[in-house]
């Protein structure tokens, strides 16, 4: 299913994410946004290596296991699948241990090409 934004914004904050790792939640919506257009069922294939799963587009080679890739870290202890139902709760979880692990939103290419550095208020208006 869709997240409309601001019902994003508001389980994001009920869960703790203002703040969390340094960053507002309003990096979080704007990284939501470009990884999976607030698709809970989003999914990408990299190709031979791994594939990205769920809202936060949570990738098989380190964080969760789809039993196709090859040497899978799985450190999320998810099955991948789990990653595009409509309960994220496990997804923010895995979200919340890979930005633990990395301090910031730096695993997550289009956080990098999207939302470091920019105004992101817009993200969070009228919520």
């Known amino acids: 299913k869709d997240i409309p934004r601001c019902e994003l914004v508001k389980i994001l904050r009920r869960h703790g994410f203002e703040g969390f790792v340094g960053k507002t939640v309003a990096n979080w919506v704007c990284l939501v946004k470009h990884e999976s257009g607030y698709r809970t069922t989003a999914f990408n294939n990299n190709g031979p290596n791994s594939r990205d799963y769920g809202i936060f587009q949570i990738n098989s080679k380190y964080w969760c ?3 196709k890739t090859r040497g899978s870290k799985n450190a ?7 990653l595009r139902d409509d309960n994220i709760a496990d997804d923010i979880q895995c979200a919340k241990k ?11 290419v289009a956080w990098k090409k999207y939302c470091q550095g920019k105004d992101l208020s ?6």
């Open 122 to 127: 817009s993200y969070v208006r009228g919520c």
């Open 65 to 67: 296991n789809d039993g």
């Open 76 to 82: 999320c202890n998810i099955n991948c699948s789990k």
């Open 98 to 108: 890979i930005a633990r692990e990395a301090r910031g939103l730096t695993p997550w």
